[in-house]
């Protein structure tokens, strides 16, 4: 495992592009799902420095807060509340590119302006949401959404071999 995240300095395309190789490194061999959402929430908090970056994990009704990097999170959302919920209940990314026009959008903090949140999938279903909030309107577009889903897609590998973790 790489000891130290290597981070591009060049267009936001790059800078997925050296962070996925990193993560699936990381990742790969390790079954327990926290450890993983942890040290993926620090690498893209390190690559990106959005303001809050972050899991919740599906537990029955609700999403339960997880490893994440930023300040203090809401702790629990129902099931179709907020963009959390919403990515959830629609099983599908969420790009608000201004949370003031998102209705019901849960504002953890005050200062996130934006967000986007994706879906983690097992055998069909979400199993876990990747919320990330930026300070600024307009961050997140079509390309976090593509470069985010892969990254979804290669916890859900590691997800396969922690399933009773879920
Ligand atoms: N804004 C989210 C809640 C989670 S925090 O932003 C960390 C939402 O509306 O679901």
Known sequence: MAEELIVSQGTKEDMYETLLPQ???????????VANMANVSAMLADTFRHWWTGFY???GEELVLGPFQGPLACTRIRRGRGVCGTAWEQAKTIIVPDV???PGHIAC????????????FQSGRV???LDIDSKELNTFDAVDAHYLERLAELM???LCLSAKNL
Not at 109 to 120: A, D, M, N
């Open 127 to 129: 199993v876990a949401v």
């Open 57 to 59: 994990r599906v537990q």
């Open 109 to 120: 903090s005050s200062l996130s302006r934006s967000e986007i949140v994706v879906p983690l």
């Open 23 to 33: 993560i699936a490194s990381v990742i790969e061999d390790e079954p327990d799902l």
């Open 100 to 102: 003031d026009q998102f």
């Open 156 to 158: 859900s590998s590691s």
